[in-house]
């Protein structure tokens, strides 16, 4: 296997997992049926690492056990906590988690392709598929949600630490806002 195989799947295995936990949580905070596709999603990331550990510990590659360590070293994931977030703004960030494991079963599977390996590319091009599916969903959910604004700046956290950092949010918002209509009243200055 290549070094480049070995290190992509123990990253997919500390991405899948990362997503499928913060998924899980972050599915359950904001409920509702972008909720539900983020547990789907979540569900269908856990399946995923499950047989992908089954996969690697075959080829003498135990990729689970440096992906425990690794995924908090590495992510994809905004540095703000959900909590900070609205509703609108969590779901597209956590879209990023996906869009990562999806391109990374898209890398490896080539990899696998490279290293003669026909059975974890399908492995791999069979995850891809069913994760496209999920990103697919809850790309269109969080596009959907601009038809809905008022949902959509809701605290994706109702709890009070929620609300205070939504608060927080809003102001630095309207302070961004007023900056940018006054640098828009700036004589000379071309739109």
Request: net charge positive; no cysteine.
């Amino acid at each position: 296997m290549h070094a480049a195989a070995h290190r992509g799947l123990r990253e997919l295995h500390a991405s899948g997992r990362a997503m499928a936990r913060h998924w899980s949580a972050l599915g359950a905070r904001l409920g509702g049926p972008e909720g539900e596709l983020l547990r789907a999603g979540a569900a269908d990331a856990r399946a995923m690492v499950t047989e992908l550990a089954l996969a690697t510990a075959a080829r003498d590659l135990p990729a689970d056990l440096a992906a425990a360590s690794a995924g908090r070293l590495a992510s994809p994931r905004a540095p703000l906590p959900d909590r900070v977030l609205e509703r609108g703004q969590a779901l597209r960030l956590a879209l990023l988690e996906l869009q990562h494991v999806v391109t990374l079963l898209g890398y490896l599977r080539e990899l696998a392709g490279h290293d003669g390996d026909a059975e974890l590319r399908a492995l791999l091009a069979r995850w891809k598929q069913a994760l496209g599916h999920d990103e697919a969903s809850v790309r269109a959910a969080a596009i959907a949600l601009g038809a809905r604004p008022d949902e959509a700046i809701v605290p994706a956290d109702e709890s009070a630490v929620g609300r205070a950092g939504a608060r927080l949010g809003w102001a630095v918002g309207a302070v961004g806002e007023w900056v940018d209509r006054r640098a828009g009243h700036r004589p000379g200055r071309r739109p």
